[in-house]
């Protein structure tokens, strides 16, 4: 078999399995190109079958995945009838979504696609509710597009309603020590509409990693971006474990799958999960936030190399038709998520990706002083709850059994947007002030509302992270 583009390459089929592969030397991004496939058929009648696949592009694939909001299609959000006509303004970029279905054991190929590799307009992108194509992915894609001028390939594979442990392999699982131990309500039968095939078995953990991952890790791609994490918010916990291990285990995965083509440390971006109820005490939310990040609140991180984040708490919006969970706003998260993707994956070290994160606490006789890092500049208060105070009777702990969170609200006599700290009271707390957190809460804040912003690059505002930091109260 003769592969052609302007080289020739040549491969031996797999009698069995009817298989062949090639890989081609690195090409320079653009097109369009042709490649032409010629099988040669020995016999009484020599045959030659040929298949030629034109306009061709070369450039960086990206992979987008996880629950519903990354399933969540551009039809569905905020300027969708303009936003869907811009599409045809971006022939370079190419689309391709996989079709929904899980299996008990790892495929080989997809066994449904949703969406074939199509040029981006106004029809590829504007594909339906739910279809195709993913607003997260589109204007993370475009956004990139727009800088590097090369072209993007996107790789849709997301399913509503799933938790983490369905795209993770068994391998990760283990380590995790999770078992198939998911409440009923979150199995994936529950929630599959009923013209969604399962290609077999129970509908257990890892049947997304086998259907609708496992087949593309031949596929060779630039990175991955994630937006998942509602539904752990139930059983938050072993998120700490299973998030970073996923990205180890896909990494590893595509590097093998592509014969060393992908890089085994590829960029991995991911969304915060935004908002829900409003005014919920439900700790789920800001945990799995936490969890995101390893415990660290920020990336990358010593645990997280080369992961970059956006935070989306403050795009939530009541009046969102597809329930409060689903944030319409998805070009704001596309911004912040290509920002970060800019620095982290593409090296432009003087870009602003991150949001203000606290260096120390000073605490003082009725006070906590929260200064952030230099990266952070003149913060922006847009408004004055948010803080907490840990308040134990015990040093240095924050135990239930001891402890309880109050209110700190932050001094009036701060001049916002001048500062880069944030000075809160403790007058709430009788005790002893052992720890300080920020927007824990399932939402913390209304749109564009949280307490706490900087300016990132290109003049984006950038909220403030989540985080909760401990301090140390000599013993005594």
Not at 382 to 410: H, I, L, Q, Y
Not at 423 to 450: L, Q
Request: with cysteine.
């Amino acid at each position: 078999m003769n592969f052609c583009v302007t080289h020739f390459y040549t491969s031996k089929v797999n009698s069995d399995a009817g298989v062949w592969n090639v890989t081609l030397d690195p090409m320079k991004a653009g097109g369009p190109y042709t490649v032409k496939a010629i099988q040669y058929f020995k016999g009484p009648t020599p045959l030659a079958v040929v298949i030629e696949l034109d306009d061709l592009m070369f450039g960086d694939v990206w992979v987008c995945s996880g629950q519903s909001n990354m399933q969540f299609t551009v039809m569905m959000g905020f300027n969708s009838t303009e936003e869907i006509l811009a599409a045809n303004n971006y022939p370079n970029i190419r689309l391709f979504t996989a079709g929904l279905v899980g299996s008990d054991t790892p495929l080989s190929n997809l066994d449904r696609v949703e969406q074939p590799w199509s040029v981006a307009s106004a029809a590829s992108v504007g594909g339906g509710m739910w279809n195709y194509f993913s607003a997260l992915c589109w204007f993370y894609g475009r956004d990139l597009y727009d800088t590097l001028q090369y072209p993007i390939g996107l790789v849709a594979s997301s399913f509503e309603g799933t938790p983490i442990e369905y795209w993770s392999s068994p391998e990760v699982l283990k380590k995790c020590n999770v078992n198939d131990t998911l409440p009923k309500k979150d199995k994936l039968s529950t929630d599959l509409p009923k013209h969604i095939p399962i290609v077999s078995g129970d509908n257990q953990n890892s049947v997304l990693w086998n259907a609708m991952i496992h087949p593309i890790l031949n596929m060779t791609i630039k990175g991955a971006i994630w937006y998942q994490g509602e539904s752990n918010a139930d059983h938050p916990d072993s998120y700490l474990c299973l998030f970073p291990a996923m990205i180890d285990s896909w990494r590893s995965s595509w590097y093998l799958g592509t014969g060393g083509q992908t890089d085994p440390t590829f960029p991995f971006g991911f969304m915060q999960i935004s908002g829900n109820v409003p005014g919920s005490t439900n700790l789920g939310y800001p945990e799995i936030r936490w969890h995101q990040t390893a415990d660290y609140g920020y990336v990358p991180n010593p645990k997280m190399e080369k992961v970059f984040m956006a935070v989306a708490m403050d795009l939530w919006r009541p009046d969102s038709p597809w329930l409060t969970v689903h944030p319409q706003d998805k070009q704001d998260m596309g911004t912040r998520l290509s920002l970060a993707a800019r620095a982290v994956a593409y090296g432009d070290k003087n870009i602003k990706f991150q949001g203000p994160f606290p260096s120390s606490l000073e605490l003082g006789s009725s006070t906590v002083v929260v200064q952030y890092g230099p990266e952070a500049g003149h913060i922006e208060v847009r408004s004055t709850g948010g803080f907490e105070v840990c308040c134990s009777s015990v040093k240095n702990t924050c135990d239930e059994a001891t402890a309880a969170w109050v209110e700190a609200p932050m001094v009036h006599t701060i001049h916002p947007n001048a500062t880069n700290s944030i000075t809160v009271s403790t007058d709430n707390c009788h005790k002893i002030v052992t720890a300080v957190r920020y927007a824990w809460r399932e939402t913390p804040c209304g749109f564009k509302m949280c307490p706490v912003y900087g300016m990132g690059s290109m003049q984006v505002p950038l909220p403030a992270p989540p985080f909760i930091m401990y301090m140390r109260v000599p013993q005594g």
